[in-house]
């Protein structure tokens, strides 16, 4: 049957691959953009205004400033701040937007990114979507302000999903566009201990999960979902899955170790825990509902991104 999409986020890499997907199926896609320049697009104007389109019955939210960017403006308070700001408010105010636009029209479902930073780093716990939230860091707070922001308690009638997104990997993702480059050439290796626990997902399965949970047969309980592969791994391993994924050459003086206090100089003290700290996430409501990965394996992920591009570095 086809269904009328609304995607916010939609010129993003999660956001391009689930309209593909859904254009490819037979769905109907508008996607929400700050400048709309065709038929398919809708402003943020008018639905603040007006509303979502009246025909609108399955609403996905991606959108979301990279909290990974890179900047040497961002050593200087001002910047950084101002920065941080957008960070938040890319995710909870356009998502407050949305749901206030969602109370007037009858939706089928509403299904908002979030991420696996809602739960605390460790190096010891496995996490499931039944773990409680701890108040942890900013990193924490961030995502359980925007998993707030989606909750819609009065609309029973609306299968809504929070999607705990692990790190995205694709050709283009920007987890993998930063790793290629060292790793190419034998010199990318882990940052710190590399103990760390990175829980990751291919984005087929992104896309994939999307589709599944929108399936009338689905059993997978609304909330939050954690949409990470089965296999966590740690830093280390990452790396160098990685590096033979690319047949990266063996070096006498690599790889090198990214020290910590880089990491932090880089990216500040409270985002550089997204490379020093990390979480073991298991998709529990996914297993439980018998949804099969595409790519539950790390080494396999790499190969099917490597095998699409196996010389070039990726690029936007």
């Known amino acids: 049957m086809s269904l009328n999409f609304l995607i916010a986020g939609g010129t993003g890499l999660i956001g391009k691959a689930i309209s593909a997907h859904l254009l490819s199926a037979g769905h109907t896609v508008k996607v929400v953009t700050r400048t709309p320049k065709s038929?398919?697009?809708?402003?943020?104007?008018?639905?603040?205004?007006?509303?979502?389109?009246?025909?609108?019955?399955v609403?996905?939210?991606?959108?979301?400033?990279?909290?990974?960017?890179?900047?040497?403006?961002?050593?200087?308070p001002g910047p950084y701040k101002q920065y941080i700001e957008e960070v938040f408010s890319s995710?909870?105010?356009?998502t407050k937007i949305l749901v206030k636009a969602a109370q007037s029209i009858s939706l089928k479902a509403f299904i908002n990114a979030s991420a696996v930073g809602f739960y605390k780093p460790s190096l010891t716990e496995t996490f499931t979507e039944a773990a409680a939230y701890e108040d942890h860091d900013m990193i924490t707070r961030l995502v359980k302000e925007?998993?707030?922001?989606?909750?819609?308690?009065e609309r029973k009638d609306i299968k809504q999903y929070q999607l705990r997104l692990g790190v995205v990997l694709a050709e283009n993702s920007n987890f993998v566009k930063s790793l290629y480059p060292s790793h190419r050439v034998g010199l990318g290796g882990p940052v710190a201990s590399g103990r760390q626990w990175?829980?990751?997902?291919?984005?087929?399965?992104?896309?994939?999960?999307v589709q599944y949970l929108l399936d009338p047969e689905s059993s997978v309980p609304v909330g939050p979902v954690n949409a990470t592969a089965p296999f966590a791994c740690?830093?280390?391993?990452?790396s160098k899955a990685f590096s033979e994924a690319v047949n990266a050459p063996s070096l006498p003086f690599g790889p090198i170790r990214t020290p910590a206090f880089v990491a932090k100089l880089i990216l500040g003290s409270d985002r550089s825990t997204l490379l020093l700290e990390g979480q073991r996430v298991v998709p529990k409501k996914l297993l439980d509902a018998g949804f099969n990965f595409k790519y539950p394996r790390l080494e396999d992920a790499l190969e099917a991104i490597f095998q699409r591009r196996p010389t070039s570095v990726p690029t936007d």
């Open 39 to 57: 038929n398919n697009h809708v402003s943020w104007d008018s639905i603040k205004s007006s509303g979502l389109p009246p025909s609108t019955q």
């Open 234 to 238: 740690r830093q280390e391993a990452v």
């Open 146 to 153: 925007w998993e707030l922001a989606a909750q819609m308690p």
């Open 198 to 209: 990175i829980s990751w997902i291919h984005l087929d399965d992104v896309v994939r999960i």
């Open 91 to 94: 995710r909870i105010d356009t």
């Open 59 to 76: 609403v996905i939210n991606t959108t979301g400033r990279s909290i990974g960017e890179v900047n040497p403006l961002f050593c200087l």
